[in-house]
T-cell receptor, first 113, second 117 residues
């Protein structure tokens, strides 16, 4: 079975802190994605990566950065956390072929106080 | 621009009955894919079913089937013989097509399904 592991299920941080969310997949997927999920808005893509050291902005990249130094790991970084970044964050991975589903981690509920 | 619309914020269904969750999409690309995911209250996103735009037959996976009407640009999910464990939020998503084919998905807003005993 595909396993996508996010480092934390729940996380509480303070405004202005630098926050790291880690995601690891074990299926040798080329693509990895970070989403945030807010009530009534569905999932919105923050950043994605289609290869090591490659990254592309999604729909809402402001206030975030990412790092992909190894194929299996994709990190989301909140440079200076703000209260409007309180949300559910979901990581996903997939093979490059477009008909392959994305497989998701369990999500991280992040609260910024 | 590509868009996914789920017009039903919430649905109720009696246990053992069938239920249809609506999804319409908008794209000018002839090549695209449609996915349905289930998200229980625990938060994880579970892939249910996939339909490609060139597939001749409607996709089926166990109790899940996809009613794909290409001309109407709809891809409704049908769950047969509902179970209490089907209570969850359901998302319809579309793969971005064309030459980029990055595997990016566009998600609808979701439909919350509650199964009554």
């Amino acid at each position: 079975d595909v396993k996508v592991t996010q480092s934390s299920r729940y996380l509480v941080k303070r405004t202005g802190e630098k926050v790291f969310l880690e995601c690891v997949q074990d299926m040798d997927h080329e693509n990895m994605f970070w989403y945030r999920q807010d009530p009534g808005l569905g999932l919105r893509l923050i950043y994605f990566s289609y290869d090591v050291k490659m990254k592309e902005k999604g729909d809402i990249p402001e206030g975030y950065s990412v790092s992909r130094e190894k194929k299996e790991r994709f990190s989301l970084i909140l440079e200076s956390a703000s209260t409007n970044q309180t949300s559910m964050y979901l990581c996903a991975s997939s093979f490059r072929e477009g008909n392959q589903p994305q497989h998701f981690g369990d999500g991280t509920r992040l609260s910024i106080l | 621009a590509q868009k996914i619309t789920q017009t039903q914020p919430g649905m109720f269904v009696q246990e053992k009955e069938a239920v249809t969750l609506d999804c319409t999409y908008d794209t000018s690309d002839p090549s695209y894919g449609l996915f349905w995911y289930k998200q229980p209250s625990s938060g994880e996103m579970i892939f249910l079913i996939y339909q490609g735009s060139y597939d001749q037959q409607n996709a089926t996976e166990g109790r899940y089937s996809l009613n794909f009407q290409k001309a109407r640009k709809s891809a409704n999910l049908v769950i047969s013989a509902s179970q209490l464990g089907d209570s969850a939020m359901y998302f319809c998503a579309m793969r971005e097509g064309g030459s980029s084919n990055t595997g990016k998905l566009i998600f609808g807003q979701g439909t919350t399904l509650q199964v009554k005993p």
